[in-house]
């Protein structure tokens, strides 16, 4: 059974930092296409950044330039960095997989961003 643990959210003022991670239990990490997904209070679950199985990545366009996502295959886990963050960045954190034409993973809890102005 595939386990999703995302960590590292807070509470932060505008223009800080946070570095999310999420560890992937009971499976093979290496081969998947990865993603990190948000889900701010009254709105649906969105994307906002994604990496391959061979780490190319891409982003949401609001979130370009500010967040990177990367991954540590020997450790099963992969970050989400969160540079210049908004208000509007506020939200529950989530990292599933994003293989094409698969779905989701169980979700896991998720980690909470909180951003004030």
């Known amino acids: 059974q595939v386990q999703l643990a995302e960590s590292g959210g807070g509470l932060v003022q505008a223009g800080g930092s946070l570095r999310l991670s999420c560890v992937v239990s009971?499976?093979?990490?290496?081969?998947?296409?990865m993603g990190w997904y948000r889900q701010a209070p009254g709105k649906q679950r969105e994307l906002v950044a994604r990496i391959s199985s061979r780490s190319y990545t891409t982003y949401k366009d609001s979130v370009e330039g500010r967040f990177t996502i990367s991954r540590d295959n020997a450790e099963n886990t992969v970050y989400l960095q969160m540079n210049s963050l908004k208000p509007e960045d506020t939200a529950v954190y989530y990292c599933n997989r994003d293989d094409p034409g698969s779905f989701p993973w169980t979700w896991g809890q998720g980690t909470q961003v909180t951003v004030s102005s």
């Open positions: 009971g499976i093979a990490f290496s081969p998947h296409d």
